[in-house]
């Protein structure tokens, strides 16, 4: 592989990473339209699996649209904090994957002594649109967690 050849290949690894830090910080800083920046139009979002584990029903969110809608309502009341680690990436022409570690903590705005802490397996699909990686399937399985679980409904 030539020089140009690996600094384009990191380049996409990074511009690929980057597309799950845009989804993160938009969730943390209630930004629409940073999270809007990470996601295809037609994405899909599975959040059942880390659900399950926490008590609760949670649909598959389809399209773009639908998904920073869900998020920035379902999330309102809260104050979070995802933390991205260990992302590991697999580049295929235009499309790619990256698997990462997310550590997502959740405090009530009302009342900061409560919390729940979930540490979270992100398996993301992507496809490069223009001159950017956006995601087209997150599915996000839960590997541990700590706290209360009624944080997520609002309590």
């Not at 290949?9 to 690929?16: K, P, R």
């Not at 490069?128 to 839960?142: E, P, S, T, Y």
Request: net charge negative; hydrophobic share 45%; proline share 3%.
């Amino acid at each position: 592989m030539t020089t140009a050849a690996h600094v384009s290949s990191a380049t996409d690894q990074l511009a690929v990473t980057d597309a799950l830090y845009r989804f993160a910080t938009g969730i943390d800083l209630k930004d629409r339209d940073l999270l809007a920046s990470s996601l295809a139009e037609d994405a899909v979002s599975d959040f059942r699996a880390a659900a399950a584990k926490a008590g609760f029903e949670y649909p598959v969110l389809e399209g773009r649209d639908t998904i920073v809608s869900a998020l920035s309502t379902s999330l309102t009341s809260l104050d979070t904090t995802h933390s991205v680690s260990n992302p590991r990436v697999t580049i295929d022409a235009d499309t790619a994957r990256l698997e990462a570690m997310v550590e997502a903590q959740h405090v009530p705005k009302n009342n900061a002594s409560m919390h729940y802490l979930m540490k979270n397996r992100y398996d993301v699909q992507l496809i490069r649109q223009g001159d950017a990686w956006v995601i087209k399937h997150v599915a996000i399985d839960n590997v541990w967690r700590d706290g209360d679980p009624a944080v997520l409904a609002g309590v």
